[in-house]
């Protein structure tokens, strides 16, 4: 499927409420476990979100738009959530991601972005050279790739309580 900004908005713009109805009011033994050590628990999942938000898509996107002649991105902090997140509940969270993301839809939308810009480019620290449209299908996925993970660490947490069915939920096998 090829980059279409007209198909993703809504994805991006449903993000928060998939997240709000999953997550929202659920106790803690759902929100902050997790599947072992290095790994994020939904309630880091949600602040990482957040620490994107701020950090990542739309700051990138303005760094491609930018007339610098050199248009490199900044590393993302992988473990800014951790310390963010601190004295925050998860309904906190999900209210400030969907606040953030509104407002960043809001900035998204008002680029009016024309095909020929899509393929202006930045530069990756890693990665490389990236093209605009490339980054934002990026944050599609990276929603999509995020609501599996939170949907796969909380299926975990029944893992053992299912006995023999374990066999028939794959995801649940790693």
Request: glycine content about 4%.
């Amino acid at each position: 499927m090829k980059f279409d900004l007209n198909q993703s908005y809504p994805i991006l713009e449903r993000t928060p409420l998939v997240l709000q109805t999953l997550l929202q009011g659920l106790d803690s033994t759902w929100t902050h476990q997790h599947e072992g050590p290095d790994t994020w628990s939904p309630f880091d999942v949600v602040g990482h979100l957040i620490v994107c938000e701020k950090t990542d898509f739309i700051t990138r996107t303005h760094i491609i738009l930018s007339d610098e002649a050199e248009r490199k991105f900044p590393p993302l902090d992988m473990t800014a959530q951790f310390t963010e997140s601190i004295g925050k509940t998860m309904d906190q969270l999900l209210s400030e991601f969907a606040s953030l993301r509104r407002e960043k839809l809001q900035e998204l939308m008002a680029l009016q972005l024309q095909p020929a810009t899509l393929q202006r480019t930045g530069a990756h620290q890693v990665l490389g050279e990236v093209s605009l449209s490339q980054l934002l299908a990026t944050w599609v996925a990276h929603d999509m790739v995020h609501l599996a993970q939170i949907a796969r660490v909380m299926a975990k947490q029944y893992r053992e309580a299912i006995g023999p069915f374990l066999s028939y939920m794959r995801v649940m096998q790693s």
